[in-house]
């Protein structure tokens, strides 16, 4: 069975860190891409990263580049992504995504892991 499961979402100061964590089970890693996006209250779901599933080619939104990386771990199955300097508009339920194509939408998503950026 194809599950996704997101961790280590918090309740973080502004400027603070955060690591997510993504554990892929029923499937491997290899040739898939790996994203991660977020929805907040009100709002649509974004995307803010992914990597490919060859050679490790990143994208990241405008809004988060410079302060959140993403990597994979195909060996043990995981995905990271790695928030720094967090801002309040960085609230959202973050949530992990894997596709062998280029439509998201009819990939595999877990069911997501609060963050929330408060002082």
């Known amino acids: 069975q194809v599950q996704l499961v997101e961790s280590g979402g918090e309740l973080v100061q502004p400027g603070g860190s955060l690591r997510l964590s993504c554990a892929v089970s029923g499937f491997t890693l290899d040739y898939h891409a790996m994203g991660w996006f977020r929805q907040a209250p009100g709002k649509e779901r974004e995307g803010v990263s992914c990597i490919d599933g060859t050679i490790g080619s990143t994208y990241y939104a405008d809004s988060v580049k410079g302060r959140f990386t993403i990597s994979r771990d195909n060996a043990k199955n995981m995905v990271y992504l790695q928030m720094n300097s967090l801002k309040p508009e960085g609230t959202a339920v973050y949530y992990c995504?894997?596709?062998?194509?280029?439509?998201?939408?009819?990939?595999?998503w877990g069911q997501g892991t609060q963050v929330t950026v408060s002082s």
């Open positions: 995504a894997a596709t062998t194509t280029t439509n998201w939408a009819r990939g595999a």
